[in-house]
Nanobody
Framework: QVQLVESGGGLVQPGGSLRLSCAASGIAFRLYAMGWYRQAPGKQRELVAAITSGGFINYADSVKGRFTISRENAKNTVYLQMNRLQPEETAVYYC?????????????????WGQGTQVTVSS
């Protein structure tokens, strides 16, 4: 049974930082591309960052220079370090595992999803 479990969300003040984790089980993690998405209330889900099995990384323009995606294959975990967070980035953050970069970066493509973790940026 495949499971992706996100953690690390919470309440943070504007300008603050959070580190999200997504622990995977039931898949050959090192072979999968991973994506982080977010969905704010009333908005569509959007891709934030992705990392391939080989370490190729891509970011949404809105987070470049502030967010860092990384993976630790020995722990079957992908991370999202988020700095200088802004209130408009309040959302549920999800991770996705897919067998290709296209699968990880296309929210409509097949793959495995976590249950999400809430990030609230507010003073």
């Amino acid at each position: 049974q495949v499971q992706l479990v996100e953690s690390g969300g919470g309440l943070v003040q504007p300008g603050g930082s959070l580190r999200l984790s997504c622990a995977a089980s039931g898949i050959a993690f090192r072979l999968y591309a991973m994506g982080w998405y977010r969905q704010a209330p009333g908005k569509q889900r959007e891709l934030v960052a992705a990392i391939t099995s080989g370490g190729f990384i891509n970011y949404a323009d809105s987070v470049k220079g502030r967010f860092t995606i990384s993976r630790e294959n020995a722990k079957n975990t992908v991370y999202l370090q988020m700095n200088r967070l802004q209130p408009e980035e309040t959302a549920v953050y999800y991770c996705k595992a897919a067998q290709s970069y296209d699968g990880a970066t296309n929210g409509e493509a097949g793959g495995y999803w976590g249950q999400g973790t809430q990030v609230t940026v507010s003073s």
